[in-house]
């Protein structure tokens, strides 16, 4: 069913309510708004059709938008998440002047299905304007301000139309200034005073005084390539070599750019129009074909083909700047076979998984270190050894059992077994975290113990326990 | 350089082997058996996470340890099989509660001799039978003096040599670990068998 002829409305979770983002026309007539709750828009109007909000789709959408405005004019930019800036300039002529070139943007949107309005000014903030706000009753609603004419022109515009924040609009409108209009009278310094400077910085661009150019988005250099059989595929062979061609111009592509791939996504076409994907991640940017091929093969037998694969897409996901460096002499090459197998390991576990550890700055034994993804993890600082000795494994706290008490314990119960004192050193201090806040755990002293039964633990205890317990906080080897 | 000196008699962990290692102190003597080149350690997660690295930097430099934690049995004996098999570090260590079968030992033992990798098991509760090409039982010994570290090792099987115990002195550092190895006739009832 086509979306005109309905009652349609985008709905988004907001505030921990459905709400509208979006309504058609019909909606607008009908008399739902944006912002309105869907039980409040369901109340209005029953037979409202609705789907869920998907940013990321429609900023796709619009980025597509953009590079495919680039037939009017080279300098286009995106204007938020629903909006199309043209730079103009030089190019109007082309296409018959501004009222022509107006009416034929439109005509092409329109052919594309997409409702749009648009407006043409010497600023991009009044262009931007007369685009959402020239419609409205009193605006002229011609969709052009001549050169020149802006200050004018804009005088009946409403103060939405600056594009400044909701907070600094609610404050206009609390002080009784509807239109743009109504500014032009006052003294910059008394609103700079008011509503600081960024009030009057966007009134200076709207009015041209100050520069305010389009700043074209940068193409990002894509690296994906595609693949099309005249017959579906289905056999595991096949596929491989699809991959491998698939590979070999990604590749190419990345060592022309300079890039390296840090994850990649390979997407199939059934011949039942039915989708799938499989991701794989490596450990370092890479532009190496085999590499990345030994990653693939190792998912490639979950691979359902069901009646066979129409079409293959492989798409870097995540790039980077790709610098060959020699990590050390030697080792250059156990590097990168290091490297590899972090990325096989990875893939199936998860690259959450395959950690190294590194140091923290601080006292706390526990507190010492910390995990991060050895994939891509820069060389860490080499460890400082400590004066005093850790133990090589912590425990956490255990209780344990005191059979004959002192300080430490002279023969106590951890763990069912029984321990005698041999000797002991200590105590260590160790205290809170200050700059943590008091809460932050008690001061605690600890001990290093040497038992009869041979094994060395630590000990720990606190200061001000009356009767003083004693807990094994770690296991010396 | 990393320099590990032993001198006595002890028998030295083959490369491309996997060996068994049990006991209170089994991580401890993995750390020295491996003390050379990249380990990856895998196995339960509470087992990876308890290990302290700035207590492990008396053996070994941190820094060339990578820990997989592995809440499956299957996920970490995969991880041992294929980091073995890779060769592209010099020991994996698997933590793991009991000794894996007959087949899974022999699917690592394959893999470590593909790599040329050392692999070293340790485990809780050891099986009466493995495939392991050494066992070993591990537990601190009471040191008189404080900077040392006393092992005493029991090697109760060895496919190519003798069995026997010693008891171990590590001293020094990471850089220089300094070994000593003497032999002990007569276990004193803390060892393996006594506590069959």
Redesign the interface.
């Known amino acids: 069913m086509p979306v005109d002829d309905c009652l349609f409305a985008v709905t988004a979770e907001d505030k921990g309510a459905v709400r509208l983002v979006c309504v058609n026309l019909a909606g607008l007539k009908a008399g739902l708004s944006p912002g309105m709750t869907l039980a409040d828009a369901r109340g209005i109007a029953p037979d409202l059709v609705t789907l869920p909000e998907e940013p990321q789709r429609d900023m796709a959408f619009l980025k597509a938008l953009q590079r495919w405005a680039e037939k009017f004019s080279p300098w286009t930019s995106c204007d938020g998440t629903d909006g199309l800036l043209i730079n103009i300039t030089g190019c109007a002529h082309l296409f018959d002047g501004e009222e022509a070139m107006r009416r034929a943007v439109l005509e092409e949107f329109s052919d594309l299905q997409v409702e749009a309005a648009a407006g043409i000014a010497d600023t991009k903030g009044a262009a931007r304007a007369v685009a959402r706000f020239g419609l409205r009753p009193g605006t002229g609603g011609a969709g052009i301000i001549q050169p020149g004419e802006t200050r004018a022109a804009l005088a009946a515009y409403p103060i939405e139309a600056l594009g400044i924040d909701d907070k600094t609009i609610f404050e206009l409108k609390r002080l009784g200034l509807k239109t743009i209009g109504e500014l032009y009278p006052l003294k910059s310094a008394e609103l700079t005073r008011r509503f600081g400077f960024g009030l009057l910085r966007t009134f200076e661009k709207l009015m041209g005084a100050t520069g305010d150019p389009v700043i074209p988005a940068s193409p990002l250099p894509g690296f994906a390539a595609r693949i099309s059989f005249p017959d579906p595929i289905g056999l595991q062979d096949d596929v491989e070599e699809a991959l491998r061609r698939l590979i070999a111009q990604v590749c190419k592509r990345l060592s022309e750019q300079g890039h390296g791939v840090r994850a990649l996504r390979l997407s199939f076409q059934r011949a039942d129009k039915s989708e799938g994907h499989l991701d794989i991640g490596l450990a370092r940017p890479s532009q190496d074909a085999g590499q990345i091929f030994r990653q693939f093969r190792l998912k490639l037998g979950t691979v359902d083909a069901g009646y066979g694969i129409d079409m293959m897409r492989l798409q870097a996901i995540a790039t980077e700047p790709f610098r060959p460096v020699q990590q050390r002499f030697a080792t250059a090459e156990e590097r990168s076979q290091l490297d590899e197998l972090i990325a096989t390991l990875g893939n199936r576990l998860g690259f959450d998984r395959v950690l190294s550890w590194e140091p923290v700055s601080s006292h706390l034994p526990h507190r010492a270190f910390r995990f991060v993804e050895a994939a891509g993890a820069p060389v860490t600082p080499s460890w400082a050894s400590r004066p005093q000795k850790r133990p090589l494994m912590l425990v956490g706290h255990e209780l344990v059992e005191i059979i004959e008490p002192g300080r430490p314990p002279q023969a106590f119960k951890w763990r069912q077994d029984a321990f005698d004192l041999a000797g002991a050193s200590g105590p260590e201090r160790i205290g809170h975290e200050w700059w943590k806040g008091a809460d932050s755990g008690a001061i605690r002293d600890y001990w290093s113990v040497q038992t009869k039964q041979g094994m060395r633990l630590w000990l720990s205890t606190r200061p001000d326990g009356k009767p003083p317990s004693w807990e094994v906080a770690g296991v010396f080897p | 350089m990393n320099e590990a000196r032993t001198e006595s008699q002890l028998p030295e962990l083959a490369n491309g082997r996997v060996h068994e290692i049990s006991g209170?102190?089994a991580?401890?003597f993995g750390?020295v058996s491996a003390h050379r080149g990249?380990v990856?350690i895998c196995g339960s997660p509470a087992q990876v996470?308890?290990?302290?690295?700035?207590?492990?930097?008396?053996?070994i430099?941190?820094?060339q340890?990578?820990?997989?934690?592995?809440p499956l049995r299957a996920?970490a004996l995969?991880?041992a099989e294929?980091?073995l098999r890779?060769?592209?570090?010099d020991c994996v260590m698997a933590i793991l509660g009991r000794t894996p079968g007959l087949t899974e030992l022999r699917r690592l033992q394959l893999a470590a001799q593909d790599g040329k990798a050392l692999g070293l098991l340790l485990t809780e509760q050891p099986a009466a039978n493995s495939a392991a090409e050494t066992r070993w039982y591990c537990?601190?010994?009471?040191?008189k003096t404080?900077d040392s570290?006393?092992?005493?090792l029991s090697l109760y099987k060895n496919k190519r040599g003798t069995m026997g115990h010693w008891i171990l002195d590590?001293k020094g550092?990471k850089d220089t670990l300094d070994l000593h190895a003497t032999p002990v006739r007569e276990p004193d009832g803390?060892g393996w068998h006594a506590r069959r």
């Not at chain 2, 996470?49 to 053996?59: K, T």
């Not at chain 2, 890779?86 to 570090?89: I, N, P, R, T, W």
């Not at chain 2, 570290?149 to 005493?152: D, G, S």
């Open positions: 209170a102190a991580l401890a750390l990249t990856l996470a308890s290990i302290h690295p700035e207590g492990a930097a008396h053996f430099d941190p820094r340890i990578i820990t997989v934690p592995c996920d995969w991880t294929t980091a890779s060769g592209s570090v537990q601190p010994a009471l040191s404080p570290t006393l092992l005493r590590v550092d803390t």
